[in-house]
């Protein structure tokens, strides 16, 4: 099965820049999305089709894939940003969709 | 508004089995093909199963693949999960959400339900 993988956690502080990667063999080649899930909270979809945003999200929030890493960068980090991401793609004929284990971003 | 609620959830003994539920309202159910992830306590997200807007295509995780049915009833706005011969390792909350597109490969999961906790324990 396609395995994608992510950092466990990653630190940044207020109004700096936070980058989380999702590695995966020519992920490139794929189309990647990005959710981010706060405490007790549902996933909310931030980014899809490696870098558009949803209605309501906030430009802040950008996506890119190139090669083996893709990565979901949040500009000017607030402290209501902190919460777990989770990349996704389109996986092989035995697991449909796959997610990345999930980042911990932690505001400081 | 798009809104999705699951229902169904509970604790159930190893072995068992639990119907979960997904009212769908805000959109037109009948179009849109429909998800069921889930997520162990503290662990991240695994997806689980699959079913097109015709119910034409279904697929599953190969955790559950044999296991659960995944099913859906168009007229009543409903997604169902029938999960059968329940494993501790099945505990967690189990989101609906809906899929965009019909499968073909970049489709991902653009609105979400809240959950439904299910515990398997003796």
């Known amino acids: 099965s396609y395995v994608v993988t992510q950092p466990p956690s990653v630190s940044v502080a207020p109004g700096q820049t936070a980058r989380i990667s999702c590695g995966g063999n020519?992920?490139?080649?794929?189309?990647v999305h990005w959710y981010q899930q706060k405490p007790g909270q549902a996933p909310v979809l931030v980014v899809y089709?490696?870098?558009d945003r949803p209605s309501g999200i906030p430009e802040r929030f950008s996506g890119s894939n190139s090669g083996n890493t893709a990565t979901l960068t949040i500009s000017r980090v607030e402290a209501g940003d902190e919460a777990d991401y989770y990349c996704?793609?389109?996986?092989?004929?035995?697991?449909?969709?796959?997610f990345g284990g999930g980042t911990k971003l932690t505001v400081l | 508004e798009v809104q999705l609620v699951e229902s169904g959830g509970g604790l159930v003994e190893p072995g068992g089995s639990l119907r979960l539920s997904c009212a769908a309202s805000?959109?037109?159910?009948?179009?849109?093909?429909m998800t069921w992830v889930r997520q162990a306590p503290g662990k991240g997200l695994e997806w689980v199963s699959a079913?097109?807007?015709?119910?034409?295509?279904?697929y599953y995780g190969d955790s559950v693949k044999g296991r659960f049915t995944v099913s859906r009833d168009n007229a009543k706005s409903s997604l169902y999960l029938q999960m059968n011969s329940l494993r501790a390792e099945d505990t967690g909350i189990y989101y609906c959400?809906?899929?965009?597109?019909?499968?073909?490969?970049?489709?991902?999961?653009?609105?979400w339900g809240q959950g439904t906790l299910v515990t398997v324990s003796s």
């Open positions: 959400a809906r899929v965009t597109g019909q499968f073909g490969g970049d489709d991902y999961f653009d609105h």
């Open positions: 996704q793609v389109w996986g092989t004929t035995s697991d449909r969709w796959v």
């Open positions: 079913i097109s807007s015709g119910s034409s295509y279904i």
């Open positions: 805000g959109f037109t159910l009948s179009s849109s093909s």
């Open positions: 020519n992920i490139g080649s794929k189309s």
């Open positions: 089709d490696d870098t």
